[in-house]
């Protein structure tokens, strides 16, 4: 998994601004609320548990060694936590895994963060998990899918359970600057050079210092991901797609719950994907 000198420069861009956006993330995601509420879990958690359930053993995770790939500040991970995993989370961040160190110590959680990218993951952790976690948000940073999976599958123990929802990527193909309701597919469904964006705020609302404001990422389709997973020795068991996603992806969408759908016609376009895979015995 050796990355060429621009993709380098690329993740490079990305932890700047993922460094800085952490402050804004912590109010935005209610880390004070989460620390202080001990019955809090967050709610994307509470959807993958949903479709990971059937698969975990005795359809929970307590007691299980989870480690949550591409982690952020830690609310999933201490989540995870919370529902009784052993939880290590992984993130390229140091300003996010030192955030996700001290949420952890105001809520009296349990938990391991470790500094490295997902290509380092397997030497940084040094062990291997019942669970490995990617949590919604994460596949666009990466270049190298195939270099992902062979982690996850390094990660994970025979007979260990892998779960990822992502953004689906015919939603990041749309044009997501239209406000008159159309669907227009503007940009590639299919992986070729990675994109580069500036942003004044984050997908949860909070403000990006004007020197951290550019990213870059990766569209993988679904064929992509789930063949990267096979290859990596991985059995695929379950592959779902939804109507709903954590945050205002488009214009005009409203309120679900605690995600977002489309005001009408909810079955014209999965928002999301999921899928769940095992590594065998």
């Known amino acids: 998994m050796t990355r060429t000198a621009p993709e ?22 209610g880390a004070e609320e989460f620390a202080a509420d001990p019955a809090r879990i967050s709610s994307v958690v509470r959807d993958d548990l949903v479709a990971m359930a059937p698969h975990l053993p005795g359809g929970s995770p307590e007691g299980l060694d989870l480690v949550h790939l591409q982690c ?9 936590a919370r529902l009784g995993a052993r939880v290590t989370g992984v993130d390229f961040s140091p300003a996010a895994t030192a955030a996700a160190r001290d949420l952890a110590r105001r809520a009296g959680l349990d938990a391991s963060f470790v500094d ?25 940073w990466l270049p190298d899918l195939a ?3 062979r982690t996850v599958a390094g990660l994970l123990r025979p ?7 992502d953004a689906h990527p015919v939603l990041q193909a749309l044009d997501q600057d239209r406000t008159d309701g159309a669907l227009v597919l503007t940009q590639p469904y299919f992986a070729g050079p990675p994109q580069r964006f500036d942003h004044a705020t984050t997908y949860a609302g909070a403000a990006v210092p004007e020197d951290a404001a550019t990213t870059v990422e990766w569209q993988h389709p679904v064929s992509e991901v789930v063949q990267a997973l096979l290859d990596a020795g991985l059995t695929l068991v379950a592959l779902a797609e939804g109507r709903t996603i954590p945050w205002p992806a488009l214009p005009g969408m409203v309120r679900d719950g605690a995600s977002w759908a489309l005001p009408e ?6 928002l999301t994907f999921s899928l769940t895979a095992t590594r065998p015995r």
């Open 72 to 80: 952020h500040i830690g609310l999933d991970t201490l989540s995870w």
């Open 265 to 270: 016609g909810r079955d014209r376009l999965p």
């Open 147 to 149: 270099g992902w999976a």
């Open 159 to 165: 007979g260990g359970v892998f779960h990822v929802r």
């Open 116 to 140: 490295s990218d997902v290509e380092g993951a397997v030497a940084a952790c040094g062990r291997q998990f019942d669970v490995v976690y990617t949590g919604i948000g994460a596949l666009c």
């Open 8 to 29: 380098r420069d690329d993740v490079e861009t990305n932890r700047r601004s993922w460094d800085a956006v952490v402050p804004g993330h912590l109010v935005a995601y």
